[in-house]
């Protein structure tokens, strides 16, 4: 059983730069790999990134290839999202997930356990 927990997002001007971040609960989080997602309103949920646990492998969605970054440390049980030139179009809440497979997913799905989601704004 893994608990994530988000602190809050933030609001951004266009072009500015924000880290996320998830702390995790549960005794094999170093097993699981991590992902984040994002919804805007009146849209699906949809991949940003995703991370496996041995920090090898690492996927984007292509419209954040380039200026997000997923990192996790497992010793701190947490894993992080640096969001640089951030755009309007950014604008979501953001969640975090796990679950014990091995190659990162980009499908929703695919994860069992998700934090509560943070709200990011980039303004123009």
């Known amino acids: 059983q893994v608990q994530l927990v988000e602190p809050g997002g933030g609001l951004v001007q266009a072009g500015g730069s924000l880290r996320l971040s998830c702390a995790a609960s549960?005794?094999?989080?170093?097993?699981?790999?991590l992902g984040w997602f994002r919804q805007a309103p009146g849209k699906e949920r949809e991949f940003v990134a995703a991370i496996d646990w041995r920090v090898s492998t690492k996927r984007y969605a292509d419209s954040v290839k380039g200026r997000f970054t997923i990192s996790r440390d497992n010793a701190k049980n947490t894993v992080y999202l640096q969001m640089n030139s951030l755009k309007p179009e950014d604008t979501a809440v953001y969640y975090c997930?796990?679950?014990?497979?091995?190659?990162?997913?980009?499908?929703?799905?695919?994860?069992?356990?998700w934090g509560q989601g943070t709200q990011v704004t980039v303004s123009s």
């Open positions: 549960g005794r094999t989080f170093s097993a699981h790999a």
């Open positions: 997930a796990a679950d014990l497979i091995v190659t990162p997913s980009s499908t929703a799905s695919m994860y069992d356990y």
